[in-house]
């Protein structure tokens, strides 16, 4: 780059600053190192991994917790393919993020490029859009484009690939490089004043209402905005993000009053398998649901589905949307018969037996155990983000209230993420981040407590060691008996010393009163941290009470 010219490549680098997208999560490749020699000079933070996938769940993790757009830069080819895999996750989770992948030159594309593919084409499914560059003056408005439709609506992962050519470009300084702060804001699709006044009428004749807000109001961005909708509507504001669904851990007793529901609002919640697609005996056959989406596939789905039990649809972003229903139920005076407080005490009902149940013997500790010692390392540390992994073990401590202190695995269901969730939750904030995660999961990404070392990112992983692939051995438990059972086994893997010899602090803990001290001088270190429990092995919890 001189005075009045620069590379593809520097345009690149310096739109991401001057927009304050400075985090970079990245694993280095041939076609993208115009961009990290652009970065010299830059306010740009590149947090270099070792594996594509990670990237993205860390702009994943950046994104929930921070509310701004993560970013991830990975290589073409092989690269591009490692990092396409982790975009489920953030589709899902409503993680606005951009991946930028390097790319084989427009010059040589249909001529064997080195690392040739059809990129665009496989981040399609996954992705909210998904582009390859064709222009090194545009490569900026095309960063921009993409920042805003990751932000814009439902929030969502968004890709564009970079030509290596186009990145090598040298091209004049001239102003129309340079796109404008406002090119990078998302478009709002507030809630019109009408669908508000329809949807509180709707509200305001239901004896047993519950509005469901989708992944994205559940993330730190949003706030306090459901306790305000739940307090200014008087109905229950249950936010949804878990694989789990209506079983989710987080929501104790839920389904039992989902099930007695005479209006479901679907705020941003899409119409799917979580609410078990709304049909009996899971909601009740007689129940009329409003849906407010930015999404108008998703709002045909409930019209498709529920046909005139839909009694109002509107399009709306979500969070604009709940302040509209905000500002019009705030006035209105709704007698809920006690239903809020009946809603409120399922949802926090975990079963008494928690409180002092224990692994027998020599069979390690068990998950609520784990559970009671963490919650208690937790009220210590109010600040802290609880990164909550896939699998049994993962959805014991999501009985753990959290709101806006934590990222879980979402909706897609994926494993293997918690690792980089947490490294990617404590570059988002700087505050203490505990992690929870099976043996199988924490081998996917590992290697990343290299990337914690190098960055300075310490971060505590309690991984819950039943040397098996324990959600699947339950199934075989489950459906085809314990002589049936194979194929799932581990190796009591010391995960701690593993961690040690990266460089990090490790402990081994077969008792459950050895864990909140573990924890404790974990953090303390200073170190990326792992704490390797010898854990029971039981299936995850489905909370229902006693009838």
Not at 156 to 164: C, F, Q, W
Not at 476 to 502: I, K, M, S
């Amino acid at each position: 780059m001189t005075a009045n010219r620069l590379r593809g490549a520097d345009l690149v680098a310096q739109v991401l600053d001057r927009a304050g997208l400075t985090t970079i999560f990245t694993l280095s490749g041939n076609h993208i190192m115009p961009v990290f020699d652009a970065a010299i000079g830059t306010g740009l933070r590149l947090i270099h991994v070792r594996h594509e996938a990670a990237a993205v769940h860390m702009a994943d993790a950046y994104a929930r917790l921070t509310g701004r757009c993560g970013i991830a830069l990975v290589t073409g080819g092989a690269g591009h393919t490692n990092a396409v895999a982790a975009l489920p996750t953030a589709l899902a989770a409503e993680a606005p993020l951009v991946l930028l992948s390097g790319h084989a030159g427009l010059g040589e594309l249909g001529r064997g490029a080195f690392q040739e593919l059809e990129q665009a084409d496989m981040a399609v499914p996954v992705t909210k859009a998904s582009w390859t560059a064709r222009s090194a003056a545009t490569l900026g408005h095309e960063i921009a484009e993409a920042v805003r439709i990751a932000l814009t609506g439902r929030p969502g992962p968004v890709h564009l690939s970079l030509p290596a050519d186009l990145l090598d470009e040298m091209l004049d300084d001239e102003p129309r490089l340079w796109p404008e702060e406002a090119a990078f804001r998302p478009v709002a699709q507030p809630l019109d004043p009408a669908d508000a006044e329809s949807v509180a009428a709707e509200i305001m004749r239901a004896e047993r209402p519950l509005i469901l807000a989708g992944p994205s109001l559940c993330h730190a961005a949003a706030g306090d905005v459901l306790a305000r909708l739940a307090r200014a509507s008087g109905v229950p504001s249950i936010g949804m993000e878990s694989p789990r669904g209506i079983n989710d851990p987080c929501l104790g007793a839920f389904a039992e009053m989902l099930a007695r529901a005479d209006l479901i609002v679907l705020l941003g919640k899409p119409h799917d398998f979580t609410i078990r697609f709304g049909e009996p005996p899971f909601v009740d056959g007689g129940c009329r649901f409003v849906v407010v989406d930015p999404d108008p596939d998703l709002i045909e789905r409930v019209a498709r589905e529920k046909g005139d039990r839909l009694t109002v649809r509107a399009a709306a972003d979500s969070a604009p949307a709940a302040e509209a229903l905000i500002g019009r139920m705030n006035p209105l005076i709704r007698d809920d018969g006690g239903w809020c407080e009946e809603v409120e005490a399922a949802v926090r009902y975990r079963p008494p037996a928690w409180a002092t149940l224990a692994s027998p013997g020599q069979c390690g500790v068990h998950p609520a155990e784990l559970c009671r010692e963490l919650a208690i390392v937790l009220e210590r540390h109010p600040d802290a983000i609880l990164c909550c992994d896939g699998g049994e073990i993962g959805q014991w401590p999501q009985t753990i209230r959290r709101e806006g202190r934590r990222v879980i695995n979402g909706v897609a269901g994926s494993i293997g993420a918690g690792v980089p969730f947490a490294v990617g939750a404590r570059a988002a904030t700087g505050a203490p981040v505990i992690a929870v995660m099976g043996d199988g999961a924490f081998g996917f990404h590992l290697a990343e407590f290299d990337t914690a070392l190098r960055n300075g990112l310490p971060m505590v992983v309690v991984v819950g060691n039943d040397a098996t692939w324990n959600a699947e051995h339950q199934i075989q438990l489950r459906l085809y008996g314990p002589d049936r059972a194979h194929g799932c086994e581990l190796l009591p893997t010391r995960y701690d010393r593993v961690v040690e010899a990266f460089g990090g602090y490790g402990e081994h803990v077969t008792a459950a009163a050895e864990l909140g001290p573990a924890i404790e001088r974990a953090l303390a270190s200073g170190l990326p941290a792992c704490i390797n429990v010898v854990l029971e092995r039981v299936p995850a919890p489905v909370i229902r009470r006693p009838s």
